[in-house]
């Protein structure tokens, strides 16, 4: 049996528009089970594409009080296009900021007046990153290496490179 053809434009676009939706829907999920198991701070509704939050607005989980969990869904159709650091990293095709510069700005513009956010970037296929402004990188006292989990002092390494 021979390969699938290489998706098309138009069809890694409705997979990543599904993706984002996905996304979305677990929103939901844990709006429900955050009622349910009445959560200290739940998430009291879902926005989807929501105006005026800069990059990260394709999903965003409303908490009763902030931290409010915003998301930007990055979606491969396969491996040839990992979402990983250089991914994030890379300027974009006409020679703009780097998806990572635009959560950067994303990040100021939410948290302009001091009020704490969470930045999510979901995608498939592996664990989800999360920048937080309650993430260690926040204060003036870094964790020391040993004890980290090795995950994590990577993406410590990687913070120091950004």
Known sequence: ??????????????????????????????????????????????????????????????????????????????????????YLLKLSDQGGPSILRKLARAWQQLTEDGTPVDLLTPRPRSSSWTFSTRCPCRTSTMPTRSGIPRRMASAMLARVRW
Do not use: F
């Open 1 to 86: 049996m021979s390969d699938l053809p290489a998706p098309s434009s138009t069809g890694v676009r409705i997979a990543g528009d599904r993706y984002q939706w996905l996304v979305a829907w677990q929103g939901c999920v844990t709006a429900v089970r955050d009622a349910e198991l009445r959560a200290p701070n739940p998430v009291v509704a879902v926005g989807v594409e929501v105006d005026g939050v800069g990059n990260v607005d394709d999903v965003v989980l409303y908490r009763r009080t902030p931290p409010h969990t915003y998301t930007q869904v990055k979606y491969a159709a396969d491996s040839s296009t990992p979402v990983n650091e250089d």
